[in-house]
């Protein structure tokens, strides 16, 4: 390969050289568009995601001793000793359904470093049975019976999904669940959204988001949207590097600074300069 | 064979003194005398490319249902122009590598442009008597933007109507005509009558398409008749044009920056992904999407309408001005503005009335380098400011901070910019010192042949081989000469 290369730029007099050079450019230009090709061509099957996996949290009557204790420890200094709430620092959890402290605790937003800041996915500070216990002491200050939403992927529509995801979520969440801008708030991407995650904020409503009862969004609605969500974290892509699928301004970036400097470069390559 | 096909020409049309002139043409020899060619040659594989995607794109607004290969879209409600894009997309064969390359040249098309315009205007290149061609290359920037946003806009997915409706929200802010022009364009309220996207397709491949080759081809003749300009240097004066003639040096060179301009329009086109209006979906007006962007060219003015705070003129309760005029009109006016009328007032500002074909260096002019650049700051603070939002997500500069830095920042450096590329130039004028190129400023001796036959060749050593010096206006050189 390489040794045509040099055969094809040195030993071919009769083609001046920018000439060979831009041949050669778009012989390669030429296969790999044929390349590229042939992978947008791939069937166009999206993966169909498995089983929701088992729901991580459960509601338990015998650990609510044990969250309590945890509830002192990490969350009264805001919520108060009997989570009752402090005026002016943190809300009352009493009747709070206990899919919202599922929510905030298993994706890390809360506890919060400070109360103002809004609360952004991170680290969870507690592992899988202290949230379990956390969540059934909320749980048990608010009537019996109370359950974690919860969205089966498996069960949805793609298209439908699509459809209701643009309707309800992209105006903040963007088309494609990368996350955006929104008044006194920054919209999270949805790309590590697990589906009781999706479940848990769509009836729950965190922070600025508005909340979506069952009258409005129907559990197989849900299912079809937790599907769309999951199904963009690795979309069916055609047409090669997606770049990061946020539209424009990398498409922007792309002409100037690739495209852009290529062009130059070609251009101070073939256009000598007679001065120097 | 061609000789043969020129020999039948002549001896019926007798083209042979005309082509041997042409041949002849002379083209002085600097790299950044290409870029206006890196323009025209996006524009012919734009015009390949989009001819092409005029055999599938169906104008129709009508409604249909999806049920083509791509898993999301299916069962959902679209119009038949999504759906034929979505269809040029994936089912066409070579439909997605045309269509993206035909993007990626919409991009590079006007990347192109604004290069040239630059060399143009730092080099003095606008100055009369080219200052009339100089007026229809702003006018093809001003048609290329144009085109390319009626391009994306004629698809009807989500981005292109969002951008649609801040046209239209443009179009009704105008004082007065306003109401009325957007309604002649659109047919009505916005959306637009059904026949509106039959108007965005007759615009976009008919007249604009039509309108930039005619354009072209008054550009490059005026050029012809012109002659280039060149940069100063021995042997080279305002009455002669010393470089490579045509055949068979500058045409052959010229193929290559058409190849590898094509080259590199085909391979992002086949690499990298533009527009997945699939990804974005059909669009309805009551739907949107976080972070909507148009495309670079038109960043700018999504960055001004994003700086102008929302002043309104009112008069009793009628708005005479609303709060779109000032980024999404006045902005682009003043801009263009400024470009169209800068010629005649670099001739009122300096006096200079004459006659120009010797180019100056950037630091030639100090006051008009620093002018530009000044310029350019200012309209490159509102298009940095068009991906606020952006930024604010990537890297958590809070948004409202990010408006009022680039308020201040874009009246304020503007000012910065022209002093020190003021001094910067003065300076460089003063020392000849050239930072970027490691060179002393000596210039190569070139030699001088005989002036008597009044078309001579040069010959040196250190110049490439059919240099030739012509003078404006000689006849052709005998044969053999």
Partial sequence: ????????????????????????????????????????????????????????????????????ALFVDGCSSCHGFDARGIPGVGPSLFDVPPGNADFYLRTGRMPLD?????????????????????????????????????????????????????????????????????????????????????????????YLMPAFPESQISQSQLDSIARYVLYTRDPQDAGGWGLGHIGPIPEGMVAWLLAGSALLLVARLIGERTTS | MIARAVRYLDERVGTSPAIKKALRYVFPDHWSFLLGEIALYAFVVLVGTGVFLTFWYEPSTAHVTYHGQYEPLQGLSMSKAYESVVDISFAVPAGLLIRQTHHWAADVFVVAIVLHLVRVFFTGAFRKPRDVNYYVGV??????????????????????????????SVAMSLPVVGGPLAFLL??????????????????????????????????????????????????????????????????????????????VLVLLGGLIQINP?????????????????????????????????????????????????????????????????????????????????????????????????????????????????????????????????????GWIAPFAIFWLVKRVCEELKRTEAHPLRGWSGAIAELGRGGDSAGYTAVEQSRESPGSRVGRRGDPPPPPGA
């Fill in chain 1, 114 to 206: 400070y109360q103002r800041d809004e609360p952004e996915r991170g680290r969870p500070a507690y592992g899988a049975r202290e949230i379990s216990a956390l969540v059934s002491y909320v749980a048990s200050l608010g009537p019996p019976g109370a359950r974690i939403p919860r969205a089966d992927p498996a069960r949805g529509e793609l298209g439908e999904g699509f459809d209701l995801f643009t309707e309800h979520c992209a105006g903040c969440h963007q088309v494609v669940g990368q996350g955006g801008l929104t008044i006194g708030a920054r919209v999270p991407d949805l790309q590590s959204s697990e589906p009781t995650d999706i479940a848990e904020a769509v009836r729950m409503g965190p």
């Fill in chain 2, 186 to 263: 659109w047919g009505g309220e916005y959306p637009g009558a059904s026949s509106f996207l039959t108007r965005l397709l007759v615009v976009h491949v008919l007249i604009i398409p039509v309108a930039l080759g005619l354009l072209i081809a008054v550009h490059l003749a005026t050029i012809v008749r012109q002659h280039h300009s060149q940069f100063p240097g021995p042997g080279r004066t305002e009455r002669n044009t010393v470089g490579t003639p045509l055949w068979p040096g500058y045409a052959l060179r010229s193929i290559g920056l058409l190849l590898a301009v094509a080259s």
């Fill in chain 1, 1 to 68: 390969m390489r040794r045509l290369a040099r055969l094809w730029l040195r030993r071919v007099p009769w083609l001046p050289r920018p000439v060979r050079i831009a041949l050669a450019l778009a012989c390669a230009a030429g296969s790999l568009a044929v390349v590229a090709l042939d992978a947008s061509r791939a069937p166009a099957q999206a993966p169909r995601p498995g089983p929701a996996p088992a729901a991580g949290t459960r509601i338990d009557p015998g650990l609510v001793p044990e969250g309590r």
């Fill in chain 2, 277 to 409: 209006i699939w990804e974005w979906g059909p669009y309805a007006t009551f739907q949107s999407t976080n972070g909507a962007q148009p495309d670079w060219y038109l960043g700018w003015l999504i960055g001004a309408l994003r700086l102008m705070p929302p002043w309104e003129l009112h008069f009793g309760d009628v708005t005479l001005i609303p709060a779109t005029f000032w980024g999404g009109a006045l902005f682009p006016l003043a801009v263009f503005a400024f470009l169209y009328s800068w010629p005649a007032l670099e001739r009122r500002l300096t006096g200079d009335r004459r006659r120009h074909d010797l180019l100056e260096r950037p630091r030639d002019n100090p006051v008009r380098t620093a002018v530009g650049a000044a310029f350019a700051t200012w309209v490159f603070v509102a298009f940095v400011a068009g991906s606020t939002d952006r930024v604010f997500v990537q890297l958590g500069i809070a948004y409202t901070g990010q408006v009022w830095f680039w308020r201040v920042f």
């Fill in chain 2, 139 to 168: 006018t093809m920037l001003a048609l290329a933007v144009l085109e390319g946003y009626l391009g994306y806009s004629m698809v009807d997915d989500l981005l292109s109507g969002m951008g649609l409706a801040i046209g239209y």
